[in-house]
């Protein structure tokens, strides 16, 4: 599989190669724009500028860099890519992690709370509460992510940023979530001496335990903002930070303003990428017609066409049983040139069947999902999560299976699964650089389908 490479610079990244000045950046952008590109290329001038600094200073100690990604997928796509940056004439330490990975090794390894337990006992405290388990289980991660031990409080007082409408809950609705679920929930943790992953922030902020002269934060939507304050808490008093985001690519259960975090965003220290690079325009148009009408914030870039955009086939749209979707994906697959072409089949969770059916058909794939390390073969062919594919990019996209089954959520336009289900599978047709085919068996197909603006996709039945 092919992972980041480089580019030719655009307009648009030139600028912000020439901006280098300490402190905090942020670039924002809509999917396909090179947010990740930009950032990591930007590397290479960051470095060279602190290496004109130490030898100022006549400082010979080198220079830190942290590279932090959400999942471990990513960190693997573009660990090479960043590597590059440094072409050996500046003396470095580059690390390419993820936070939890990052945390995790800096805290000596602390003993993590078992998923599975942690989902009995957020269950077990929640009964009679009204909620569902899912809905539970992203209420502590948010609240748990967002504020100190000390200010839990602050839950029942404060807007839910990046929260869905539904549930709604008013005060002391959030106060007995506080009292019957997290606070019995951390009494747990401590009682049986482990952690859950929001503890490793917290943790990271006890002490400094780094001195990091430049980071780069990639996918930071989906950061906490204990995570970001404990990034904020392991830098050099000179320091370099970029933030890379788009809150309408949002998928897990975050949110915060930067002010939260001690971070004050200016137009000086901000900058927005607005060309899609990546997509065709037709892809682009199905992707904004499934967040169309999804609330976005200032960090937030809408999905657009434009006519300065390549043309190509419209979205393919196949209905049929699961069995005959792949079926069809493997004859569009047989008329491609894998050796110069990427494919990725995108999925919720369940991929057996589709690994099986790709054997039959002698087609070799790597199976990307939650791999740190990126695969070196020679296949064309990628299998993996919605989850594990943020940041990643692929000429063909297949998302097969979109039954109300895979994609369970709440009642209502505004309940928060929902709105996170459409935002994962906007961002899942992003990651397509020339076609995208999505499959679902009538009668078991997902809400979510409804979402897809017709004009924007032909319809097979198989």
């Known amino acids: 599989m092919r992972a980041l490479c480089a580019v030719e610079a655009t307009p648009e990244q030139l600028k912000l190669f020439s901006r280098i000045r300490p402190g905090v950046e942020v670039i924002r952008g809509a999917a396909g724009s090179g947010k990740t590109t930009t950032a990591i290329l930007k590397l290479r001038s960051l470095l060279r500028a602190f290496a004109r600094q130490k030898m100022v200073g006549k400082s010979d100690s080198p220079i830190r860099v942290l590279v932090l990604t959400y999942n471990r997928t990513l960190s693997g796509y573009i660990q090479d890519l960043v590597l590059q940056q440094n072409t050996g004439d500046v003396r470095a330490i580059v690390e390419v992690s993820t936070f939890s990975k990052w945390a995790f090794h800096a805290l000596g390894k602390p003993t993590l709370l078992d998923k599975v337990l942690r989902k009995a006992w957020i269950n077990e405290l929640g009964l009679g509460l009204g909620y569902s388990l899912d809905f539970l289980e992203a209420e502590v991660d948010y609240l748990l992510g967002r504020f100190l031990p000390a200010d839990l409080d602050q839950y029942t007082i404060l807007p839910r940023e990046g929260r869905g409408g539904t549930p709604r809950l008013a005060a002391p609705a959030r106060r007995v979530l506080l009292d019957k679920v997290v606070m019995p929930y951390q009494a747990r943790k401590a009682e049986a001496e482990c952690q859950d992953w929001n503890d490793l922030a917290v943790g990271m902020l006890s002490a400094k335990r780094y001195e990091y002269d430049i980071v780069i934060v990639d996918e930071a939507q989906d950061f906490s903002a204990n995570q970001i304050r404990a990034i904020m808490g392991q830098l050099s008093a000179v320091h370099a930070v970029v933030y890379v985001l788009d809150t309408v690519q949002r998928i897990y259960a975050r949110g915060f303003r930067w002010v939260d975090v001690g971070i004050t965003v200016r137009p000086d220290n901000s900058f927005r990428l607005e060309n899609n690079y990546r997509n065709t ?43 005959d979707q792949v079926a069809f994906a493997v004859r569009q697959i047989e008329s491609l040139d894998l050796k110069v072409e990427s494919v990725a089949f995108l999925h919720v969770g369940w991929s057996e069947y589709l690994e099986e059916m790709l054997r039959q058909a002698n087609l070799d794939y790597a199976d990307l999902t939650r791999k740190a390390e990126w695969p070196v073969g020679d296949e064309g062919i990628a299998i993996s999560t919605l989850y594990s594919a943020k940041g990643l990019e692929f000429d063909h ?6 039954s109300a089954r895979a994609l369970p959520h709440g009642e209502g336009d505004e309940d928060e699964n929902l709105i996170k289900l459409r935002r994962l599978l906007a961002m899942g047709i992003g990651r397509a650089r020339k076609s995208v085919t999505l499959g679902y068996k009538p009668g078991e197909e997902s809400v979510i389908v409804n979402f897809l603006d017709r004009a924007k996709y032909r319809e097979f039945s198989v």
């Open 281 to 323: 325009r037709q892809i682009a148009e199905l992707a904004a017609s499934i967040v169309n009408g999804l609330p976005t914030d200032d960090d937030g870039t809408v999905p657009f066409s434009s006519e300065k955009m390549r043309d190509g086939a419209l979205p393919i749209v196949v209905k049929g049983m699961f069995r």
């Open 397 to 402: 996209v297949f998302i097969l299976g979109l």
